[in-house]
T-cell receptor, first 116, second 107 residues
């Protein structure tokens, strides 16, 4: 089946530093990937749509200069949390959709970010 | 914003069928109904999706009403491992999650 891989699974960083999260589609090409954030006991919130070869589209209220998205190839999108602060601590999840209407969107296993 | 309505929680007996309802009265003609579930601290797992016909796969069945304003996800024989938050989503391009239904399967 279609697999989306995220790395790292968890990361702890110091306040003020930047953290990069990778999202890869392992057995299919994805011109579009989606990034979500989930706080404890809450649902997933869509942050942005990552488009291969062009700028990402951010949802209302999401700071594009803080959450940098790069989709440089058909199998890789990266999310960089810049100048991270404790309030950025969250569970970040990416997703992509394999081609064909018989498939649903596939989600990565998520990245737990803790900013100390 | 999420446009579906689901009950916040449900209890199900192990081995019995679990029927999870969802209202999506604002669904448009090109939007699918997707069902996902999420077990704590994991990414959402795809279950099933459909446009207007009922669908079945190895995990579940999806029953969509003729007017497409509501649907029911059926887990035919619930197991303890089916305990999770279940999300019903209407969408065609990007998916917005609502609060979902917390399903607890009890022995």
């Amino acid at each position: 089946g279609a697999v989306v891989s995220q790395h790292p699974s968890w990361v702890i960083c110091k306040s003020g530093t930047s953290v990069k999260i990778e999202c890869r589609s392992l057995d299919f090409q994805a011109t579009t990937m989606f990034w979500y954030r989930q706080f404890p006991k809450q649902s997933l919130m869509l942050m942005a749509t990552s488009n291969e070869g062009s700028k990402a589209t951010y949802e209302q209220g999401v700071e594009k200069d803080k959450f940098l998205i790069n989709h440089a190839s058909l199998t890789l999108s990266t999310l960089t949390v810049t100048s991270a602060h404790p309030e950025d601590s969250s569970f970040y999840i990416c997703s992509a959709r394999p081609p064909g209407l018989s498939y649903g969107y596939t989600f990565g296993s998520g990245t737990r970010l803790t900013v100390v | 914003d999420a446009k579906t309505t689901q009950p916040p929680s449900m209890d199900c007996a192990e081995g019995r069928a679990a029927n999870l309802p969802c209202n999506h009265s604002t669904i448009s003609g090109n939007e699918y109904v997707y069902w996902y579930r999420q077990i704590h601290s994991q990414g959402p797992q795809y279950i099933i999706h459909g446009l207007k016909n009922n669908e079945t796969n190895e995990m579940a069945s999806l029953i969509i009403t003729e007017d497409r304003k509501s649907s029911t996800l059926i887990l035919p024989h619930a197991t303890l491992r089916d305990t999770a938050v279940y999300y019903c989503i209407e969408g065609d391009y990007k998916l917005s999650f609502g609060a979902g239904t917390t399903v607890t399967v009890r022995a």
